[in-house]
Structure formats: structure tokens, C-alpha cells
């Protein structure tokens, strides 16, 4: 079982490697290329499967099973740059569900991308990303962690701007990475300045790491200029990172812009992994996020994060009941889960927000994808308002949407969306500071079982409304089978997560040492989340049931009774428009006042250089003309000349070189005789 | 008259006659063998100087003319090999139709 820990780095260098070597295939090799991928994946998964067994057999009397290995990665001076990896029960669960779902996603993927000329490049980009967040999920240095969420990010963007020609999409995937970027600059100032409190990266290094008790003790100790906690204030900082990546309020536009991309993408990216990046490194700074705080006032970050969250899931919710886009609503639908899940982290700790990521991997996948088998089915159609009736010509499909649906809605019992939504509300409800966010939670719950009503109704129930539902045709095995699979999954993990046997809880709890208390008071939040979800749904039912969805250009019965909130939400309360008009207006003026001044002060630049220049060249001409020019043409003019005069002598007849010879011989001896006259 | 002196006169006749020679004649041969006049007239003066000189055992004068004998006939086969192969090319041996080496 060792051999799974020591070969942790395996199941991240696996996809590179297939990334790798299929950028490197050629256009005739795309078969090779996705067979590469799919094999890598499930190599990764398998040694994930491996990794989490092992975590099972840790002996619990002494803590969690905790394994890590530290390298050096370079050293400068004194200092030296460790990074290294970390398998704890925490990244245990993230490494499978990653796989996993991943697995499922690349196989579905062979079928929805089936026509696409670049599907080679399309499974490249796709294995670069599974590595890439495989890295931030087993990285044991926050270093590495953030190269790894940078390269998550990269692939993002790749992907989300895969069709390219496409301008919309283009756009998307540029507004995702600047929008990401904002959060990031918060991140690696967190980063930075802990790096020079701690003086280490490494989360776990045997007592040395920066999340260990010598590190964190030293650190609750000292205060910003402020007054504020350094702890509190570099956990702040990686929280912007986190929302930025997690579509937290203020930096959530870009995720619902982000559906431009392939559906697989949407799913594997923008429900199941990459947005639950950001929730996973909360859980993984939490004991930093965590100091100074009693359970009766909790720490300054987990109070952000829980209303931060709160506000998060109320918004997306409202946003989602007036899209038309099949995938927009699920979009916004994923921010007002992630709210969720911030709201558990930060009431209820890692466990509960974990918890619900977990499940909402499983059943956000299932409904992306089923999304893509719908949209498959339909040529291509995206918008709700144009379909219809496909209960009958997709009946796999809509049989496993409808439990993603349910799992979603909260529907009780047997799905297992009920019980992590569940255990966040538990965690709220006993919160000590206020008790909104649990109602908004509540309120959340019952909008979230509307609007996934409403979609039902607009999708599969009723009749068809346009050509493109009309010869809608089941997707093929390959895509139904990962839909199954997923489906199965949402059901079978209610039986590891219910309140009255956590078994999935008490794990992830001992990655962090938080144990979940004995629900007390937990069938007064189960009635009342039960009560939410079924209002919800009968709300839902009785707005667009039975025939009543509207086809486009008709206004939906929420339009016809609450025209002005109706127009709201779906301009998604004028965040896009209001960031039009600050953010991006402010960065252009800036630009504009950048330019007019590099233009002014170039100007000047430009007059005195012309000047100076020119009086240079006037010198240089006068020099040229009379001095170099004149002196050396009248040399060349001399030796010309002389050289006439001299090739004369040299006729080319040997007797008149001899008869020069006897002249000079003659008068030699004339002038010798002369010399020697007595 | 000394003998030293009559024999100075006849090398510089014998001189005389090679230069004149040598500027004279058009044939390349003829101004070679004239060439070859006045280096004997020189060889003769080394012999007189050197019979009639203070030191006549010396046998000085006799290696001079001998190392000059040889570098004359190494001198002369070099002249005619040269005259030779201008033959062939110009197909003469008047020297003033050989002017190509003019500047």
C-alpha cells in the first residue's frame, strides 16, 4: 500500500505526460491522442483509488493518516525553495472525485466532441487541466499550489476559448482569465507575506510547516499596523484568490460567461473541479484561517467567507430563474452552490463545506453533461425557451437529469445533494454571530428547487416548440453510460453522508481535526429544508407545469406577474453592465490619461531629438563633404597620377630594363672614377 | 704596362662586347650567351686580382669563379627553360614582340 503514497506524483504526471505527447501527435493521430488521454486518466484513477484505500487503513488513535514528501526545488543563499506532496483524507477524496468525474467526462467527451475537427487538441488541453488540478489538489506547499492553480487557469482559458472563430467565446475565456487574475494578485500577496512571517510554504514539513502548531502559534501573536491579525489578514488575502477562482460574489461574471466552452468543459471545469478549487484551498488554510477566533466569535475570515457565501448563494439563485440558456442556469446555479459551500466552510469548517463540494461534483457533472447530451440532441440548441418535450425521445437522458435535478433541489432522502445542503444548514443555523445566512440559506434552498423546476418544465416536459426538438434523438452509449455511472453515484454517496451515519464527514474531519458535534436540533433543519425544497418544486410546477412554459417571444408566466423583478434578473442584476460602466470604463480612461501624456511628454522628446539630430547631420554632412570627401579624392587623384607616370618605365621590354641597367652601370663607374680622381 | 692592367683591359672588353650584345640583339638566345660574356669577364677579373693580389696561395679567387660558374649554369639552364617556354606560347624568340609584362 506504500507504493500508492511514495507514487503520489504519478497521478498529476500522468495526464501531462498524455497532454504532452498528444500536442506532439500529429492531425492523423487524434485517435492516439484521445486513447492516451482516456488510458492516463484512468491510470490516475486507479492510483487514486489506491491512495484512498491507503488513507482508509491509517490507525486513528494517532490522528489522521497524513503522508507527505518534501524536495528542495532550488536554493538561493541561505534560503531554499521546498515543494512536495501531501495525501491526507482531504486530498484523498479530491483526488478521486477528480479522476473519477474526469474519467467519466473524457468518455463522454468522445462522444459529444465526435465531429469536431480538433478533437485531438480539444483532449490535449483537457489532460493539461486534470493535471494541472490534480497538482493544486496534492501539492503540500502553498508554492506549488498557486503554479498549479496558474496552470488550472491557463487551461481554463484554453478551453473556454476552444472554438476560438467564435467571438463570443473568445471574449469569454479572456474575461475569465482577468477576472481570475484579480483574485490571484490577492492570493500571491497572501502568499508572499506569509512566506516572510513563517518562512515556509510547506502546509506540513514535520513540525515545521506553515500549518503546523509552531508556525500558527507564532503567527496569532502578531498584529498588522492595523490592529488587524497577520493571520487574519493573509488569510483575507488567499480568500480573494479563492473567490476569484470560486465565483464568489463580486468576481462571479466570469463563470457564467464561461459556458461559451464546449459543454464537457463546463462540466469538468465550471461545476466539478476547477470552481471547487477555490473551496479547497480555504479547507486547506483553514487552521490559518481559522486563528484567533472561539467557537462563540469566530475568526474575521470565516465570517467574511459565511457572508460572503451567503450573498453568493442568494444571487445566483435569483439570477438562474431568468435565464433562457440551459447551460446559463446551471452556471449561475454552480455560483449559488459554491456560495453554499463557502457558507459551510466558514460556519461549519472543512468537513461540512468539503462535504457538499463532494456531492456537488457528482451531481453538477451529471447535470452538465446531461445538459450536453440534451444540447447534442438537439443540434446544437441551447435555449430552454426552443426545446420541449424531449421526455419521451431522451428517456436515459431525462431519467438521470432528473435525479441531478433532485439531488440539486434537495429533494430528501435518497439524494445526496439533501444531506451535504443539509449539514451546511445544520452548521448555519447554529452559527453564533447572526442568524441570516441561515435564512438566506433557507430562502436559497427554495429558489434553487424553483428554477431547476422551471428548467424540467422547459426541457422535457409539455411539447416541442421549435424544429430542433423535434427530431431529437437519444444520445449514443457512450455518452448515456457516464450520465448512469454519475447518477449512481449522487444516490450512493446519501448512504455516507446522512447526519445519522457521517461517515464521509468523520473522515474528512480527521484532515483537519474538526469533529462534527452530535446533530442536535437536526430534524428541525431536516423539516425545514424539506419543506423549502417540495415549495419550491410546487412553486415551480404550478408557474411553468403543465404546459405553461412559453416559447420564445411569449413572456413566461414569472414575467407576466412580476414584469419589473422578471427584467432584473435576467439582466442578472446589472453586474456585467455595472462593471462595463466602472471597472472597464475606469481601466480605459486610465488608459486614454496614459496615453495623452505619453503623447505629450513624447512630443517633447520627439522635438528635441529632432532638432539635435539634425544639427548632427549637418555637421556630419560638412565633415563628409570637405574634409573626408576632398582630402581623400585628391590622395586617390596623386597616386593615380604617379602611378601613370611610374608603369611607363615598365614597357614590358626586357632591353630597355637592360638598357636602364647599363646607364646606371655606366654612370656608377663615371661616378666612381670621380671619387677616386687622384 | 703591368700584366694586372692588360688583363683588367681584356675583361673589360670582353664586358663591353657582352653588353653590347645583350642591348643590341633581338634573339633572346643571342642576348643569354651575351649575358653569359660578361659574367666570364667578371670570373676574369676575380682570376687577376687574385694571381696578381698580395696573397696568390689563397687559392680564394679560383672558389669564387668556380661558385660563379655553377650559378651561371644554373642561371642559364633557368634562362633557357624560360626562353623555351615563351617559344611555345608566342611562338617567337624576338624579345620585342615579348611585352606583356608591361605596367
Known amino acids: 500500500m506504500e507504493f500508492f ?70 536554493e538561493s543563499g541561505t534560503a531554499a525553495v521546498q515543494i512536495g506532496w501531501l495525501l491526507d483524507p482531504l486530498s484523498a477524496c479530491m483526488l478521486l472525485m477528480i479522476t473519477f468525474v474526469g474519467t467519466l467526462i473524457f468518455l463522454f467527451s468522445t462522444g459529444y466532441m465526435a465531429h469536431d475537427a480538433r478533437i485531438g487538441r480539444f483532449f490535449c488541453f483537457l489532460s493539461l487541466f486534470a493535471a494541472a488540478m490534480l497538482g493544486v489538489v496534492l501539492s503540500n506547499s502553498l508554492l506549488l499550489l498557486f503554479v498549479c492553480w496558474e496552470l488550472v487557469g491557463l487551461a481554463s482559458y484554453l478551453l473556454i476559448g476552444f472554438w476560438y472563430d467564435r467571438p463570443a467565446a473568445a471574449a469569454a475565456a479572456r474575461k475569465a482569465f482577468l477576472t481570475t487574475r484579480i483574485g490571484d494578485l490577492g492570493f500571491l500577496v497572501g502568499m508572499l507575506w506569509l512566506s516572510a512571517e513563517t518562512g515556509t510554504l510547506l502546509f506540513y514539513d514535520n513540525g515545521n510547516g506553515c500549518l503546523e502548531a509552531s508556525a500558527l502559534t507564532q503567527l496569532v501573536a502578531r498584529l498588522t499596523t492595523t490592529g488587524m491579525g497577520v493571520s487574519t489578514a493573509i488569510s483575507l488575502l488567499l480568500f480573494c484568490g479563492a473567490a476569484g477562482k470560486s465565483g464568489q460574489v463580486p468576481l462571479h461574471v466570469w463563470l457564467p460567461d464561461a459556458m461559451e466552452g464546449p459543454t464537457p468543459v463546463s462540466a469538468l471545469i465550471h461545476a466539478a473541479t476547477m470552481v471547487a478549487a477555490g473551496v479547497f484551498l480555504m479547507a486547506r488554510v483553514f487552521p490559518l484561517a481559522t486563528l484567533g477566533g472561539t467557537p462563540e466569535h469566530p475568526a474575521v475570515t470565516l465570517q467574511v467567507m459565511t457572508w460572503i457565501g451567503a450573498l453568493t448563494a442568494l444571487f445566483g439563485a435569483l439570477t438562474a430563474v431568468a435565464q433562457t440558456d440551459i447551460k446559463r442556469i446551471l452556471a449561475y446555479s454552480t455560483v449559488s452552490q459554491l456560495g453554499f459551500m463557502m457558507m459551510g466552510l466558514g460556519a461549519g469548517g472543512p468537513p461540512v463545506g468539503m462535504l457538499h463540494l463532494l456531492t456537488h461534483a457528482f451531481f453538477k457533472a451529471l447535470l452538465f453533461l446531461g445538459a450536453g447530451s440534451v444540447i447534442h440532441g438537439c443540434d446544437g440548441e441551447q435555449d430552454i ?117 457521517p461517515w464521509l464527514e468523520e473522515f474528512l474531519a480527521g484532515a483537519s481535526g474538526h469533529s462534527p458535534e452530535i446533530p442536535s436540533g437536526t430534524w428541525m433543519v431536516l423539516g425545514l429544508s424539506t419543506l423549502a425544497s417540495l415549495a419550491g418544486i410546487t412553486l415551480g410546477w404550478r408557474f411553468y407545469g403543465g404546459g405553461k412554459a412559453a416559447g420564445v417571444g411569449v413572456p413566461e408566466p414569472l414575467e407576466l406577474r412580476f414584469p419589473r423583478l422578471y427584467r432584473i434578473l435576467a439582466n442578472r442584476f446589472y453586474f456585467d453592465e455595472l462593471y462595463a460602466s466602472t471597472a472597464v470604463r475606469g481601466t480605459i480612461a486610465a488608459a486614454w490619461m496614459a496615453a495623452g501624456f505619453d503623447h505629450a511628454l513624447g512630443g517633447l522628446y520627439r522635438d528635441v531629438a529632432a532638432l539635435l539630430s539634425s544639427a548632427g547631420s549637418w555637421v556630419a554632412r560638412m565633415t563628409d563633404q570637405w574634409v573626408i570627401n576632398t582630402s581623400f579624392d585628391d590622395g586617390c587623384d596623386g597616386l593615380r597620377t604617379s602611378g601613370r607616370l611610374a608603369s611607363r618605365a615598365h614597357d614590358g621590354k626586357p632591353q630597355h630594363y637592360l638598357r636602364a641597367l647599363a646607364v646606371g652601370v655606366v654612370l656608377l663607374v663615371l661616378g666612381l672614377a670621380w671619387i677616386a680622381r687622384p | 704596362m703591368s700584366p694586372l692592367l692588360l688583363h683588367l683591359l681584356l675583361a673589360a672588353a670582353l664586358f663591353s662586347i657582352g653588353l653590347g650584345g645583350a642591348l643590341i640583339r633581338r634573339n633572346a638566345i643571342v642576348v643569354l650567351i651575351s649575358i653569359e660574356l660578361m659574367l666570364n669577364a667578371a670570373n676574369l677579373n676575380f682570376l687577376a686580382f687574385w694571381r696578381y693580389g698580395p696573397e696568390p696561395e689563397a687559392l680564394n679567387g679560383p672558389l669564387f669563379v668556380l661558385f660563379a660558374i655553377a650559378v651561371a649554369a644554373a642561371e ?28
Not at chain 1, 484521445?34 to 489506491?50: D, K, N, Q
Not at chain 1, 423546476?453 to 422535457?460: G, I, S
Not at chain 2, 642559364?76 to 608566342?90: C, E, F, M, P, T
Open chain 1, 5 to 74: 503514497a511514495r507514487h503520489l506524483w504519478l497521478i498529476p504526471v500522468l495526464p501531462l505526460l498524455a497532454a504532452g505527447l498528444g500536442a506532439l501527435l500529429g492531425q492523423s493521430r487524434q485517435r492516439t491522442a484521445i486513447g492516451l488521454s482516456i488510458a492516463a486518466m484512468v491510470g490516475a484513477c486507479l492510483l487514486s483509488a489506491g491512495a484512498f484505500l491507503l488513507t482508509l487503513t491509517g490507525p486513528a488513535s494517532v490522528g489522521p493518516y497524513r503522508y507527505h514528501h518534501n524536495l528542495t526545488w532550488f
Open chain 1, 385 to 501: 425557451r426552443k426545446m420541449g418535450g424531449l421526455r419521451a425521445r431522451m428517456p436515459l437522458t431525462f431519467a438521470t437529469y432528473a435525479v441531478g435535478m433532485m439531488a440539486l433541489s434537495g429533494v430528501p432522502l435518497v439524494f445526496s445533494g439533501f444531506w451535504s445542503k443539509d449539514a451546511i444548514l445544520h452548521a448555519l443555523e447554529e452559527w453564533p454571530i447572526s442568524k441570516v445566512p441561515f435564512l438566506l440559506g433557507l430562502v436559497t434552498a427554495l429558489i434553487t428547487a424553483f428554477y431547476m423546476t422551471r428548467q424540467m418544465a422547459y426541457v422535457f416536459f409539455g411539447s416541442d416548440r421549435s424544429a430542433h426538438a423535434h427530431p431529437a434523438h437519444e444520445s449514443p452509449r457512450i455518452m448515456t453510460l457516464p450520465l448512469i455511472l454519475l447518477a449512481a453515484v449522487t444516490v450512493g454517496l446519501s448512504a455516507v453522508a446522512t447526519p445519522f451515519r
Open chain 2, 76 to 103: 642559364a639552364a633557368v634562362g633557357l627553360a624560360l626562353i623555351i617556354a615563351i617559344y611555345r606560347r608566342y611562338q617567337t624568340h624576338q624579345l620585342e614582340d615579348i611585352s606583356r609584362l608591361k605596367g
